[in-house]
């Protein structure tokens, strides 16, 4: 029997999500769930990461998350609400879970579960500050005896000041960060890689975006996707210098069928006008770091396409998007668009070749039957790299803060959606117009 391990902490609400489903996906898949909680604040503090890590998104992003909480609820069928005071510290709370833990003597930590789902509820459906320990005290009077080993709340508040059951709590945050955790919640497979991609053993899976991977990890089959049927249009924004949107474009037609409107950007613009670093990527800590390394193969491999990190990474994409916005100008060049948004970016993902080469670049329009020498020749007119502009602040407007960003029902209720791994629900909100 393959194990599954669920690491977490009660502050963070993406953790709460996973924890409402995790049981049902060990069940289904046959796997012993093993549940080991951690203090998410000591991870951070070990990884350089701000404690209060929402609050250093920017405005768009964070809401952004908030309604991708909502939305991930609603998937999963699951009250949720934030609480006013997020975040409120969780040490105590954890420490509880590891007194019931020690009495029920299970290797498994399954006998935490109980208690777990009660504190949870209470943090992310109710607003409970379980910082206070008169608040947590009515959250454990009001979990039955037997899922509190017997002991009352007022027991289990003391003995989670104990020595021992501090250094537990310690010891566990101190395996998760050995195992490569960076954030809740993460879950560890142990069985072959979910893709055929990666050697038998631990395999670290994180966000309750994944749970879906880890059941193809564990050998379950996934159901069937709906065929694309969309009532609403959906705007693709993008630029060629994004992995993860040159995976979304790749199955964006899958997910949207003809519901695609395509909007070039480009991305460094967008992340100064917000304020924010220019390539994200190299912000992140090591951890995180080796974890997408690995995560953008999965995402490759899903979306079948080839992927080659390029050697003169962060690209520069401004010709290519020029000369993508041009041929989207040219209602003659319609039925080409697409092909040649495939073409560039196998240009920079695969081909490892300079997309401010503008031989190159004439080279890939030619590829898919467009006058390559006429366009790039074109791309020089003021107007055209006026158009650039014009789509980055235009972007900025519409609320994107990153690649790939799809926008539902861009002219009546628009909802927008970021990133390759938010494709389903995309398909979802077009369905639903």
């Known amino acids: 029997m393959s194990a599954l391990t669920f690491s977490f902490d009660f502050s963070c609400p993406f953790a709460y999500l996973a924890s409402t489903q995790i049981e049902q996906v060990a069940a289904d898949c046959g796997a012993d769930l093993q549940v080991r909680p951690f203090l998410l604040g000591g991870v951070f503090r070990a990884r350089g990461v701000a404690q209060n890590l929402a609050g250093t998104l920017s405005a768009p992003k964070a809401a952004h998350n908030l309604a991708d909480m909502h939305r991930h609820a609603e998937l999963f069928d699951v009250p949720f609400a934030m609480p006013p005071g997020h975040p409120f510290r969780t040490v105590t709370a954890l420490r509880v879970l590891l ?11 399954r006998a935490m579960l109980p208690l ?38 007022a027991e289990l508040l003391a003995r989670a000041q104990a020595q021992p059951i501090k250094d537990r709590l310690r010891a566990l945050t101190d395996a998760a960060l050995a195992a490569g955790v960076f954030g809740a919640p993460a879950m560890v497979v142990d069985s072959t890689g979910p893709f055929g991609d990666e050697e038998a053993g631990p395999t670290l899976f994180w966000g309750q975006d994944r749970l879906d991977w880890i059941r193809l990890a564990l050998g379950a089959a996934l159901p069937p996707r709906p065929a694309p049927s969309a009532s609403a249009p959906v ?15 790749a199955r964006a037609r899958a997910f949207l069928g003809d519901a695609i409107v395509w909007r070039p950007m480009f991305l460094g613009g967008v992340f100064k006008a917000l304020g924010g670093p220019l390539v994200p990527l190299h ?3 090591e951890a995180k770091r080796r974890y997408l390394v690995t995560d953008m193969q999965r995402q490759a491999t899903e979306a079948g396409v080839p992927f080659q990190w390029p050697s003169r990474f962060p690209l520069n994409t401004i010709a290519a998007l020029r000369v993508t916005l041009y041929v989207l100008s040219r209602p003659d060049f319609a039925d080409r668009v697409e092909p ?23 080279a890939c329009c030619d590829s898919v039957g467009l006058p390559g020498e006429e366009i790039v020749a074109a791309t020089r007119d003021p107007g055209v790299k006026h158009s650039l502009f014009a789509a980055t602040d235009a972007a900025v407007e519409r609320g ?3 690649a790939p960003t799809f926008v539902v029902d861009p002219e009546g209720d628009p909802q927008l959606f ?3 791994d938010r494709l389903a629900l995309v398909a979802r909100a077009a369905r639903r117009g």
């Open 340 to 362: 040649l948004i495939h073409a560039l970016f196998r240009l920079c993902w695969v081909d490892d070749a300079d997309p401010t080469d503008l031989a190159g670049l004439a």
């Open 99 to 109: 007194v019931v833990d020690a009495e029920a003597d299970d290797p498994s930590g």
């Open 418 to 420: 970021w990133g390759n």
């Open 283 to 285: 912000t992140v800590n």
């Open 400 to 402: 994107v803060f990153g």
């Open 116 to 153: 777990m789902h009660a504190i949870y509820r209470a943090y992310w459906v109710d607003g409970v500050d379980i910082s206070d320990d008169a608040a947590l005290a009515s959250v454990l009077e009001g979990v039955a005896d037997a899922d509190r080993a017997g002991l009352d709340a």
């Open 235 to 249: 705007e693709v924004w993008f630029d060629y210098s994004s992995p993860f949107t040159y995976f979304g474009v």
